[in-house]
């Protein structure tokens, strides 16, 4: 046992001193003892896991991380036709939040995702900005959430993240919030542990959309990559990238340029690209590109640091992975978000044998305290160009089968873009109070058997002791955060295998495959002359082969992220966002079953609503159906900007908008996430301050006095 554990920690200790890694996406058969609820199945298949380097403030540490699927061929000819101008600049159409500055901290990460989100509600909201310090914290805060050894909260946010672990936060409703409730860099609000609990599921958008894609391993798809992603950028939506920076070797001061010829396992920061242009030359960086062309792209690093805080990446930059695109939605478009999994899904699995390339089935059951109608599925895809069919069944008879009940319509499509994706219910579908029911969700891609997003833990282990292979959660909390007959998959859709019940322990020749694939993410990309490396490489490889040797290498499964998204029953549906809207713009109000909308304006008698709603000024609209449930959101006409201190958008300045200041302060002081809407609270903090406050208040009621006399 001794041995085990000493090279256990010997492998530890020689990774942390490593480059980060990556991987390509080889496929394994695990094999395990059937239980009584697995004689079905005998059998699954799992991707191979990709093993790269998270930083962290003790210098690293080894971790199974999410694969990022290559966009295919069939998911880029649906963007081949299009055709974009030579050069485009999101700056031109004001469609780009203002630069920023992540200080010494290691939150780039939290910074690209959310200058991503940004765009996507800036006409909305003009003066969006997000807060990335209460993602970069939330993302490691208790332990439904990434394992982290930091001690304080200067360490947390100096560990790092990815695109993943901003999704999956998002995905969760943790966040993201406005900056005025968690200020960057101050620290001051992590004084009160009450406080800092009470936020972690505070959000003033909803996450719609992430969609995650990439070049594949040969860099034969960059093409229909380009193309998606200035179909992005020219529809509003910066896109979220990771490269290798080293000023020192790749960028040109001269051009405010940069190309690394280094592979994507050392990419060690993100930005956002706001733009492109197609005949940037090829000679205008520090290592002369193949092609012309370049990415125009924002930085994290203040309006000092390049060209005001932007630069050039080459097309031919050979680390650029991990593109996201991040899209919200209003706070209020759901009420209820019904999920059993917390955790960043590392890997994905099929629920046939390997070798074929079948459907595979995944449910998640779940219970509601009171009558709700499911109106969404929220679905994270690993694969493009995947088939879905959703079915919500209620009633159930049998937790432990999720097709016990009254089958829903089904709601079919085809997701062509991989990553965290909300889709709506063809028909919502009502769900009594004190009713167990499971949303079944049916799922097959031709470019890959492994459709099925999983939480999961890879662990080396003897009869004594256990090492986890890095990974985004740990063994126990992992199984903490499980129950029986809450998640459960399938090959056929009728016989269910819950999870819960064993975990799965590799066969030889898949512990062989695992090996090979570590012994090549160790070694890709290392340049012959970086002898130190490939000295690191080979140690740390020739003490994962031992451990390979005298242990066993086994997988535990945790949920299958799959999210039912509901609202009360009637809820009527808004066309737009609360916030700004366009002159000559109009709100249209619906119900899928056709039913009678009725609306009033700014608290005024209730009419039919027959036609399309055109809003002048401030707007308050309050719709309903049955007089028992309503729904509300307000509207700024964007002829109208309220002037700093009109907190209720009034037009004026007075004492009712000082009573709106201090009801926000007092709700967030005792807990609560505030009483100010999305679209007033930055013109709320009068003083300019970063919070919303009594002072703010005392600031206007002076407005309001001098103007008085």
């Not at 998270?54 to 290559?70: N, V």
């Not at 069919?389 to 709601?411: C, F, H, N, R």
């Not at 909300?422 to 009502?430: A, K, Q, R, S």
């Not at 201090?662 to 967030?668: E, V």
């Amino acid at each position: 046992m001794k041995k085990f554990r000493s090279a256990a920690a010997a492998a530890i200790a020689v990774i942390c001193g490593a480059m980060p890694m990556t991987s390509s996406a080889a496929s394994v058969k695990i094999q395990g003892e059937p239980s009584s609820k697995d004689i079905a199945m005998s059998s699954i298949s799992l991707s191979s896991p990709r093993f790269s380097m998270m930083k962290t403030p003790e210098g690293g540490k080894l971790t199974a991380s999410p694969q990022i699927s290559s966009i295919s061929a069939a998911a880029g000819k649906k963007y081949a036709g299009k055709e974009f101008p030579a050069a485009y600049d999101m700056r031109d159409v004001k469609g780009v939040t203002s630069v920023k500055d992540q200080k010494s901290f290691g939150t780039c990460w939290a910074f690209s995702a959310l200058a991503s989100a940004e765009t996507s509600i800036l006409k909305s909201n003009p003066r969006a900005d997000l807060s990335e310090m209460h993602t970069a914290y939330y993302a490691y805060y208790g332990d439904d959430q990434i394992p982290t050894e930091a001690e304080t909260v200067g360490d947390i946010l100096l560990t790092g993240g990815t695109c993943h672990a901003a999704a999956n936060l998002m995905s969760q409703w943790i966040g993201p919030v406005n900056e005025l409730r968690v200020p960057y860099g101050r620290m001051f609000f992590f004084e009160d542990e009450e406080r800092v609990a009470n936020m972690k599921n505070v959000c003033d958008y909803h996450l719609k959309n992430a969609y995650m894609f990439g070049y594949n391993k040969e860099r034969t798809n960059v093409a229909e990559v380009n193309n998606i992603i200035k179909s992005f950028v020219h529809d509003g939506l910066a896109v979220d990238i990771s490269f290798h920076s080293d000023d020192m070797l790749y960028y040109s001061y001269e051009h405010n340029s940069a190309r690394s010829i280094r592979k994507p396992r050392f990419a060690n920061h993100s930005v956002v690209i706001v733009g492109w242009d197609d005949n940037f030359p090829k000679e205008n960086f520090a290592v002369p590109a193949d092609n012309d062309g370049a990415w125009l792209v924002k930085n994290s690093w203040g309006t000092d640091s390049y060209d005001r805080g932007y630069m050039w990446i080459s097309y031919d930059d050979m680390s650029l992975c991990e593109f996201s695109v991040f899209e919200l939605d209003d706070v209020d478009e759901y009420n209820y978000n019904a999920h059993h999994d917390t955790f960043v899904p590392i890997q994905s699995m099929s629920a046939q044998e390997e070798g074929v390339n079948g459907p595979s089935y995944a449910a998640n059951v779940f219970y509601t305290p009171e009558t709700i109608q499911a109106e969404a599925v929220n679905i994270h895809f690993p694969q493009s160009e995947t088939e879905y069919e959703i079915t919500i069944y209620t009633e159930l008879t049998d937790v432990s089968i999720p097709t016990s009940g009254k089958a829903s319509s089904t709601t079919k499509g085809v997701q062509s873009i991989p990553g965290t994706v909300t889709i709506e219910l063809d028909e919502n579908v009502v769900i009594k109070d004190g009713d167990y029911y499971s949303v079944v969700v049916r799922l097959y891609s031709e470019e890959s058997p492994y459709v099925l997003p999983i939480e999961s833990v890879l662990y080396l282990h003897d009869d004594v002791d256990k090492v986890e292979l890095g990974t985004f959660t740990t063994y126990d909390n992992l199984k903490a955060n499980m129950t029986h007959d809450e998640t459960l998959y399938s090959s056929n859709g009728y016989e269910w295998i819950d999870p819960i019940y064993e975990d799965y322990t590799y066969d030889e020749q898949g512990k062989q495959e695992i090996l090979e694939q570590l012994e090549y993410e160790l070694f890709d990309g290392i340049f012959p002359e970086e002898t130190d490396l490939l000295a690191d490489a080979q140690e740390a490889y020739d003490v994962f082969e031992e451990m390979f040797r005298i242990a066993d290498l086994s997988i535990a499964i945790g949920n299958i992220p799959i999210k039912v998204l509901s609202n009360p029953v009637n809820k009527v549906d808004f066309s737009l966002m609360s916030g700004f809207v366009q002159n000559g713009e109009p709100l249209e109000l619906s119900v899928k079953d056709g039913a009678q909308v009725h609306y009033s304006l700014n608290g005024g008698e209730y009419v039919e609503y027959t036609q399309p709603i055109e809003m002048e000024g401030y707007t308050r609209v309050t719709a309903t159906v049955d007089f028992k449930t309503f729904t509300e959101r307000c509207y700024i006409a964007a002829d109208f900007t309220p002037e700093k201190g009109d907190v209720n958008a009034s037009g004026t300045i007075d004492s009712s908008d000082a009573s709106d200041v201090l009801a926000h302060y007092a709700d967030t002081s005792t807990g609560g996430s505030g009483t100010l809407k999305n679209l007033i609270t930055n013109y709320s903090d009068v003083n300019s301050d970063t919070v919303i406050d009594s002072a703010d208040a005392s600031e206007i009621l002076q407005i309001y006095a001098l103007r008085s006399t």
